[in-house]
T-cell receptor
Framework: DAGITQSPRYKITETGRQVTLMCHQT?????MFWYRQDLGHGLRLIYY???????DKGEVPDGYVVSRSKTENFPLTLESATRSQTSVYFC?????????????FGDGTRLSIL | AQSVTQLDSHVSVSEGTPVLLRCNYS??????LFWYVQHPNKGLQLLLK??????LVKGINGFEAEFKKSETSFHLTKPSAHMSDAAEYFC??????????FGKGTKLSVKP
C-alpha cells in the first residue's frame, strides 16, 4: 500500500549511543519532514528536505543529523543520544513545498533514552 | 512570524452534543490553516484545510471550521459528537519555510 512508514515503532536506548530512525514513503513526494512531539509543545520541526541531497534545519535541529540520498527515504540519526531527546518522532511528506500544502504523516517512533 | 494558540488543552462533551475546539492564529500575511486529528498511537490525519477560498471549510467526518479574519480565529466544530471523535486535535498554520507550525493540541473526550 502507498503511504509513509516509520521504523522502528518503539526504541529504547542509552545515553551516548547512536540511533537511527527510518522513514520511507511510496508517493514520490519531493518534500519530507521530521518532527518531534513533546507534551506541552505540540510538534516541532527538526529537519526538512526539499529533494534528494537537499536538507535544511528546522526549529530544533541540535543533536540530529539527516540525509536524503534517495527521494523515498529520509533517515534521522541521533549521533549521541541524550535524555532530552526522549520523544515521539514523526516523519511527514508533501508533494509540493510551501506552507499551504498539507503533509502526510507516519505513525511515529516512540524513542526512550535511559 | 506565524503562530497558533489553541485556547483549551482539554474539552469534554457528551455523545450527541456539539463540539467546539477553539484556535486563534497570528500571521503577517494571509495564512493557510489546517486542522489535524491524532488518535492514540497514530500519526496525524488531515481534517480540513483553509487557503483563502470559502471562509467556511468542510472537512472529513462531519467537522467544519470557519475562518474569521477580524477575530483571527479558526475554530473547529461538529454538530454531534461520536465516541470515535475522542482524540487530540491540532490547529496548524503554514510557515514561511514551507513547514507547518502546530498548536499545542486540544484533547477531546466524549462521554457516553
Amino acid at each position: 500500500d502507498a503511504g509513509i512508514t516509520q521504523s522502528p515503532r518503539y526504541k529504547i536506548t542509552e545515553t551516548g549511543r547512536q540511533v537511527t530512525l527510518m522513514c520511507h514513503q511510496t508517493w514520490s513526494h519531493s518534500y519530507m519532514f521530521w518532527y518531534r512531539q513533546d507534551l506541552g509543545h505540540g510538534l516541532r520541526l527538526i529537519y526538512y528536505s526539499a529533494a534528494a541531497d537537499i536538507t535544511d534545519k528546522g526549529e530544533v535541529p541540535d543533536g540530529y543529523v539527516v540525509s536524503r540520498s534517495k527521494t523515498e527515504n529520509f533517515p534521522l540519526t541521533l549521533e549521541s543520544a541524550t535524555r532530552s531527546q526522549t520523544s515521539v518522532y514523526f516523519c511527514a511528506s508533501s508533494d509540493l513545498g510551501g506552507g499551504d500544502q498539507p503533509q502526510h504523516f507516519g505513525d511515529g517512533t516512540r524513542l526512550s533514552i535511559l | 512570524a506565524q503562530s497558533v494558540t489553541q485556547l483549551d488543552s482539554h474539552v469534554s462533551v457528551s455523545e450527541g452534543t456539539p463540539v467546539l475546539l477553539r484556535c486563534n492564529y497570528s500571521s503577517s500575511y494571509s495564512p493557510s490553516l489546517f486542522w489535524y486529528v491524532q488518535h492514540p498511537n497514530k500519526g496525524l490525519q488531515l481534517l480540513l484545510k483553509y487557503t483563502s477560498a470559502a471562509t467556511l471549510v468542510k472537512g472529513i467526518n462531519g467537522f467544519e471550521a470557519e475562518f474569521k479574519k477580524s477575530e483571527t480565529s479558526f475554530h473547529l466544530t461538529k454538530p454531534s459528537a461520536h465516541m470515535s471523535d475522542a482524540a487530540e486535535y491540532f490547529c496548524v498554520v503554514g510557515g514561511s519555510q514551507g513547514n507547518l507550525i502546530f498548536g499545542k493540541g486540544t484533547k477531546l473526550s466524549v462521554k457516553p
